[in-house]
């Protein structure tokens, strides 16, 4: 019944989605949950273009209403979910082929959750589906299971939650066997739970008492014909009994928050988490924004030779990581779009770590920000042992981890990508985009490709491997929050407004 697809074998380690029905052919292309199958990010599909934008490769544009949700995709069927005129909850369903809206239909809630001004939504979490129903989570209401023709099927309730720093429930259900499983991590008494996907009553559920609020979505890892239920929640990953709900093993992750989902090959599993000060930080700055400084006085000051930009030598008590870090298109001057962006990215989040060359693996207790690997095997607390290998400093803070072939790629907050050897930790390479800003949506890939899309909404293909190339970058124009799905040599593309489709126009 589960099954194990190696969607790349570009030497040892191996990309793995593990799910009930996760092949995908022209005639059934398939993302049924946030990331595709078992939240990895990869998908098979070929033949996808690179260029992307609005005059470009553009199959159609879909008005939709505001979510952070991303696409689920199952055959001729994409589903969302939206927060509609800033009051209802709603589940859409578009067709693939041609972005039309089939389906909408309201969720009542008796009231919504508080959520971020900016970088929240009530509508957070990704649909998922088996092929015959799609199963939604608002964080105001509970898990809600419709079929395909926009029937509610039924629907459990579940909540109040309380969320401190104010992000709302964004953590989205998979599917497993014939189970409809949900993390509930919050400022309260944090749980998971499996409901029949059938009925909608309980299986089982599990208190998780020393979680406070997360936001990654479990994931399945089969090992030694085991399925495991992988929880990465703040300050400790957990690996569940996917049947039972029972713990089976964990790793101390101390002082950490975490937003992103982790990832699995056969061999690893890699996940990723910031300190808890990065998110205190990042929630108080953004309560009460600073007015935009107009840069005047600087220009008057520093500006010698009138020319509209300061360069180094004009301005040389600046700190060189502070003018490198402002400085994104690397031409040594700063203008003031360029601080103007970074004034806007300090309102988001503090400014990032400095570049490491080639850190080496830790092994000692993870504190904070840490990108980690974890061995297989083994029951109770393993940190002292299966822990394969740790980057510290280099986590992002929303963007979940990208494994595909030899290499586990990160995207972070001011355009910066990094590639790490998956079996040893080594970093490959490190680089920043030329677009900068935030960065909420996970990193995916295909056809030897990765696809990075910014808040601004500028979408960045590379070519994977060992050796950085920038093959080019697409202005969409709108703000994203949401990771773009692939499936049948298409990107479909959620924005602030539309449901955009990328893809090569037939017989081209």
């Known amino acids: 019944m589960k099954k194990i697809l190696n969607l790349l074998t570009a030497g040892g380690v191996l990309a793995a989605a593990v799910t009930t029905a996760s092949a995908e052919t022209t005639s059934s292309p398939r993302w049924p949950q946030f990331r595709g199958p078992n939240a990895a990010g990869v998908s098979p599909a070929r033949d996808l273009p690179v260029e992307f934008g609005p005059a470009t490769n553009l199959l159609w ?11 689920c995709v199952w055959g001729d069927n994409i589903f969302l979910t939206a927060f509609a005129d800033k009051k209802r909850l709603v589940v859409l369903c578009a067709g693939r082929d041609d972005g039309r809206i089939r389906w909408e239909r309201d969720v009542p809630a008796e009231r919504i959750e508080n959520v971020h001004p900016r970088s929240g939504s009530p509508a957070s979490a990704t649909p998922a589906t088996d092929g015959e129903r799609v199963y939604v989570f608002f964080g105001s209401v509970g898990v809600v299971c419709f079929d395909f023709q926009g029937r509610e099927v039924w629907k459990h309730a579940l909540g109040p939650f309380t969320y401190t720093l104010g992000w709302g429930a964004a953590s989205s259900p998979i599917v497993y066997g014939d189970s409809v499983i949900q993390n509930c991590d ?3 008494e944090s749980f998971l739970l499996a409901l029949d996907k059938r009925p909608g009553n309980e299986k089982w559920r599990t208190p998780r008492p020393n979680a406070d609020a997360g936001y990654a979505t479990p994931i399945l890892w089969d090992i030694g014909g085991q399925t495991q239920l992988i929880v990465a929640g703040s300050g400790r990953v957990i690996a569940y009994d996917a049947d039972t709900g029972k713990e089976l093993w964990h790793i101390e992750q101390p002082k950490s928050f975490v937003a992103t989902t982790p990832v699995a090959s056969p061999q690893l599993l890699f996940t990723a988490g910031v300190d808890w000060s990065v998110a205190v930080s990042d929630f108080r700055s953004s309560e009460k924004p600073r007015e935009k400084p107009t840069w005047d006085m600087l220009f008057t000051n520093h500006d010698g030779n009138r020319d509209g930009k300061v360069s180094r030598e004009e301005i040389p008590r600046m700190k060189p990581e502070a003018f490198e870090r402002i400085d994104t298109n690397h031409d040594g001057f700063m203008t003031r779009e360029e601080l103007d962006a970074d004034f806007y990215r300090q309102q988001q989040q503090p400014p990032p770590p400095q570049p490491q060359t080639e850190p080496a693996p830790s092994t000692t207790t993870p504190t904070g920000n840490v990108l980690m690997a974890i061995r297989p095997g083994s029951h109770g607390d393993v940190t002292a042992t299966h822990v394969a290998w740790r980057v510290p400093g280099q986590a992002p803070y929303v963007p979940s981890p990208l494994v595909y072939g030899d290499y ?20 490959v390479w490190r680089e920043r985009l030329g677009a900068s800003g935030d960065y909420s949506a996970s990193p995916v890939a295909a056809d ?14 590379l070519a994977a491997g060992p050796k950085f190339q920038l093959l080019h970058q697409s202005p969409i124009g709108e703000r994203c929050l949401a990771t773009p799905a692939i499936a049948a040599g298409r990107l479909y593309l959620r924005t602030e407004k539309h449901l955009f489709s990328f893809g090569r126009a037939p017989g081209k």
């Open 408 to 427: 586990v790629y990160l995207v972070k907050t001011g355009g910066i990508v990094s590639c790490f050897e998956a079996a040893t930790g080594k970093q």
């Open 186 to 188: 919050h400022d309260g």
């Open 61 to 71: 544009k879909t008005a939709v209403p505001p979510g952070h949700s991303s696409p």
């Open 448 to 461: 030897g490709k990765l696809f990075l899309v910014s808040e601004t909404g500028k979408v960045s293909v």
